[in-house]
Structure formats: structure tokens, C-alpha cells
């Protein structure tokens, strides 16, 4: 039998740069955002999570897409 996947929730985590560590490494910091449609295209989500970072005080080093599915027999 087949498996289908039906996308359940959505949610997205901007990745910050929060400084450097005492050894000289970046230190990330994620932002989570749920409550997502998961119809939302890629590029939308992309779009708006620039735009969220614009208000943040740290620099975005991502964005992160974060899908959950549930897997059922067809």
C-alpha cells in the first residue's frame, strides 16, 4: 500500500547571529514563529521572516522552515 502525507502544521524559525562565544565562535539564537498556513510558499515565507528580522536587533543568519506531516496508508 502507499503512504500519503498530509502537511499538518507549519512554523518557521528565524536564525540569529546573537554576538560571538569566549572562543571566538557564533553563537545562534532561533526565533520560532507557529500558527503558519501551510499553504504559504517558500519565497512568502521568506519574504516575511526578512522583514520580521528587520525589526530584531540581531542579524539573521537563516530562516528555517519547519513542517509537520502526518503519514497515513491510502
Given at each position: 500500500m502507499a503512504v500519503i502525507s498530509d502537511r499538518i502544521d507549519t512554523r518557521v524559525a528565524l536564525v540569529l547571529n546573537v554576538g560571538l562565544d569566549e572562543k571566538g565562535n557564533?553563537?545562534?539564537?532561533?526565533k520560532t514563529y507557529s500558527r503558519i498556513k501551510p499553504a504559504v510558499t517558500d519565497e512568502a515565507i521568506f519574504n516575511v521572516a526578512n522583514a520580521i528580522a528587520s525589526l530584531q536587533d540581531f542579524e539573521l543568519h537563516g530562516v528555517e522552515r519547519l513542517d509537520t506531516n502526518a503519514l497515513d496508508l491510502e
Open positions: 557564533m553563537k545562534l539564537s532561533k
